[in-house]
Each structure stands twice: as C-alpha cells, then as structure tokens.
C-alpha cells in the first residue's frame, strides 16, 4: 500500500492507479479503525479494481463545545490495518493540506441537515460537506462508501452530489454499507471504547429497544406513542438523555407521523455518561 500525504503525490498516485482504464473506490474516514470501516474496505473492493482510503480528523466537522485533540488517532496502527485488507492507497494529508492559508469556503445542505444530529452539533454538517466535497474533488473516485451508521451524514452527501451535478461520483454511486454491530446488537463505533463496563452492558439496549419499537410500528401500532415508549426505555435502561427518537423518510430525513409507502428509517441518538451514542434502522418493507 501507498501514502500520500500532499495532494501533489496523491494525484501521481491517482493517475497511476487509473492506467488501463481501472476504476477506483474512495473509503473516507477519521481513522481510529474498527470492523465497520474495514466492512466499507471490502465493500469497496468487491466493487472497483482499487480501494483509495483516507485518514483525515476534520476539525471543521467539530462544534466549539467538543474536544478535537482527544479524537483518537493512531495513523500507524490504521496503515497496517488497511494494508491487510488490500487498499491500494491511503491519503493521510494534515490540517494544512486540506484547508491552506486563507481557506475560506464552506458548502451548507440545507434541509437533511438541520434536524436530529445537526440541531445538536450546529456547522457540524457544513463541515461534513465541505471535506468530503474537497476528498471527491482530489480523487475523483468511480464510486463511494460510507457506514449507514450515519445515516443523515450519509443523506448530507448524496443531496450534495446530487446538487452540485458532481459525476467522480455520481449520487448513484454513492453506496451505504450495512451498519456493522457488535455480538449483541451494539453498532461498531470509536466512541464505544469510552464506556464503561456497566455502560457498555446498558448501551446494548438500545438495539434491542429499537427492533422492539420497529416491530409495533411495522404491526400497525401508533407511532408518536411507540416513539414515546422507546424513550421511556432508553432512560429506565441505564441511558442518561435521548436527544431524539424519530420516524423519518429515508431519502429528505422529514420526519414521519405514520408509516406509509416510502422508504422509512427509525434514528436515534442517546448519552449515556459522557457517550452519545447514534443509531438507525429501515422500517417497514418499502424501507
């Protein structure tokens, strides 16, 4: 596997790998790698001749109130880890390439971004866009994986891409992968590894609660009610606060009062001590 760490040598790298005609799949991410990350690795592999990844900590993703030097980073351990799985190239720029002396531009999505997560992390979104329109732009990949994890990140980008015509990838090549979970239905996150051994048993509940709401909305039952009951769980539980617990259509995130004909995801983020903890769920058979 090669690094490239400018963006000169990223683009000699680039041009390299695309000889013959080979397409090429961009993996974006902030390192502190687990299973999730390595299922986007494959994910991509099966799909493109290469897999392009990157290792970046987006400090404009960060709000003010949030610690951007306690993100764990451990570059040397994530090469390895991606060099086991076949990547053929890892762009680990700085803060310095990416956003140079006198950066000034910002990319705002309105509507997907404003609710559930970007009410809580206000610019949050803005950040989002703007890096991984710059990491679009910089490698031109064929195609794109991102976790469904994160779900309304995943919306974020697909409208951007849809908006700014962009074809290197096109929205439809934009692909969300499976959320990868734990043995007991925990999704994979680096913000796991901050819980407690009592937390961590109580934070499995919140998949399980969730399965639970989506089968009574699925059998019919009244959703505000369901989503009502599923945050009383969540604090009987062990959980500290639910920031949200909603019915939402798939593709604008407008939050739903029923369950219809339209793909449909139930999102959820919760804090458990100092551990916010998101996750999410198609809903129904149109889902």
Same mark, same amino acid.
């Given at each position: 596997?090669?690094?490239?760490?400018?963006?000169?040598?990223?683009?000699?790298?680039?041009?390299?790998?695309?000889?013959? /005609?080979?397409?090429?799949?961009?993996?974006?991410?902030?390192? =502190?790698?687990?299973?999730?990350?390595?299922?986007?690795?494959?994910?991509?592999?099966?799909?493109?001749?290469?897999?392009?990844?990157?290792? $970046?900590?987006?400090?404009?993703? &960060?709000?003010?109130?949030?610690?951007?030097?306690?993100?764990?980073?451990?570059?040397?351990?994530?090469?390895?880890?991606?060099?086991?799985?076949?990547?053929?190239? %890892?762009?680990?720029?700085?803060?310095?390439?990416?956003?140079? +002396?006198? &950066?000034?531009?910002?990319?705002?999505?309105?509507?997907?971004?404003?609710?559930?997560?970007?009410?809580?992390?206000? /610019?949050?979104?803005?950040?989002?866009?703007?890096?991984?329109?710059?990491?679009?732009?910089?490698?031109?990949?064929?195609?794109? $994986? &991102?976790?469904?994890?994160? &779900?309304?990140?995943?919306?974020?980008?697909?409208?951007? =891409?849809? +908006?700014?015509?962009?074809?290197?990838?096109?929205?439809?090549?934009?692909? *969300?992968?499976?959320?990868?979970?734990?043995? +007991?239905?925990?999704?994979? !996150?680096?913000?796991?590894?901050?819980? !407690?051994?009592?937390?961590?048993?109580?934070?499995?509940?919140?998949?399980?609660?969730?399965?639970?709401?989506?089968?009574?909305?699925?059998?019919?039952?009244?959703?505000?009610?369901?989503?009502?009951?599923?945050?009383?769980?969540?604090?009987?539980? /062990? $959980?500290?606060?639910? +920031?949200?617990?909603?019915?939402?259509?798939?593709?604008?995130?407008?939050?739903? /009062?029923? %369950? *219809?004909?339209?793909?449909?995801?139930?999102?959820?983020?919760?804090?458990?001590?100092?551990?916010?903890?998101?996750?999410?769920?198609?809903?129904?058979? =149109?889902?």
């Amino acid at each position: 596997m090669q690094t490239a760490t400018t963006l000169e040598v990223l683009r000699k790298r680039v041009a390299e790998l695309r000889q013959s /005609g080979a397409s090429i799949a961009l993996v974006p991410t902030m390192g =502190a790698l687990h299973e999730g990350h390595l299922s986007l690795m494959r994910e991509a592999k099966n799909s493109c001749d290469h897999v392009v990844a990157s290792i $970046f900590v987006n400090p404009t993703q &960060f709000s003010p109130n949030e610690d951007l030097d306690s993100y764990p980073r451990q570059l040397v351990k994530d090469s390895e880890m991606l060099e086991a799985e076949g990547v053929a190239l %890892l762009w680990a720029p700085d803060t310095q390439q990416m956003y140079p +002396d006198g &950066f000034v531009s910002s990319i705002s999505v309105r509507g997907v971004s404003e609710g559930f997560c970007g009410a809580d992390r206000p /610019g949050h979104f803005d950040g989002v866009a703007t890096v991984v329109c710059k990491l679009f732009n910089q490698v031109q990949p064929d195609m794109a $994986f &991102f976790g469904e994890k994160d &779900f309304q990140q995943l919306a974020v980008i697909r409208t951007m =891409a849809r +908006d700014l015509d962009l074809t290197r990838p096109h929205v439809d090549s934009i692909i *969300g992968v499976p959320t990868v979970r734990e043995e +007991d239905g925990l999704a994979m !996150s680096s913000r796991n590894r901050y819980l !407690s051994a009592k937390q961590r048993e109580e934070a499995a509940m919140l998949s399980m609660q969730m399965r639970e709401a989506i089968a009574r909305i699925e059998d019919g039952q009244n959703v505000g009610r369901t989503l009502t009951a599923l945050e009383d769980a969540l604090l009987g539980a /062990g $959980f500290d606060r639910v +920031d949200y617990a909603d019915l939402a259509d798939s593709i604008t995130l407008e939050k739903l /009062g029923e %369950l *219809g004909d339209r793909p449909a995801r139930l999102l959820v983020a919760a804090r458990i001590g100092s551990t916010r903890l998101i996750d999410n769920m198609p809903v129904g058979q =149109a889902a």
